[in-house]
């Protein structure tokens, strides 16, 4: 009898621990499941506070078109005229620059 009562108070202790750890697995599944939520709002917050940021920042920062460069390129085309570059000047490029027969290297 005193036998079989400590294996029944063993058995019990045994039940109470078993359901104790599963009482604790599932708390702890439980806050790790918060936890891997938190983050991914966190994350997400993250997210748009640096969307917000980009915008704002773009705002302050708008490009403005360079008025005084185009009207001063308008300018130098006007005197260089239709034919001439900046690298040719109004006359072009010769054209017996441009032939290869000679004494050159390129042309041999």
Same mark, same amino acid.
């Given at each position: 009898?005193?036998? =079989?009562? $400590?294996?029944?108070?063993?058995? $019990?202790?045994?039940?109470?621990?078993? &359901?104790?750890?599963?009482?604790?697995?599932? $708390?702890?599944?439980?806050?790790?499941?918060?936890?891997?939520?938190? #983050?991914? *709002?966190?994350?997400?917050?993250? &997210?748009?506070? &640096?969307?917000?940021? *980009?915008?704002?920042?773009?705002?302050? @920062?708008?490009?403005?078109?360079?008025? =005084?460069?185009?009207?001063?390129?308008?300018?130098?085309?006007?005197?260089?005229? +239709? $034919?001439?570059?900046?690298?040719?000047? @109004?006359?072009?490029? *010769? +054209?017996?620059?441009?032939?290869?027969?000679? #004494?050159?290297?390129?042309?041999?």
């Amino acid at each position: 009898m005193v036998v =079989s009562a $400590a294996i029944a108070v063993g058995a $019990a202790a045994t039940y109470t621990t078993y &359901k104790a750890g599963r009482e604790q697995k599932k $708390a702890q599944e439980k806050q790790l499941a918060l936890q891997k939520q938190q #983050n991914a *709002d966190a994350k997400q917050r993250a &997210k748009e506070a &640096k969307e917000q940021s *980009d915008i704002e920042m773009n705002k302050a @920062n708008r490009k403005k078109a360079n008025t =005084s460069a185009i009207q001063s390129k308008a300018e130098q085309a006007a005197l260089t005229g +239709p $034919a001439g570059t900046m690298l040719t000047g @109004n006359m072009g490029v *010769d +054209p017996n620059q441009l032939k290869l027969s000679g #004494n050159t290297l390129l042309g041999g």
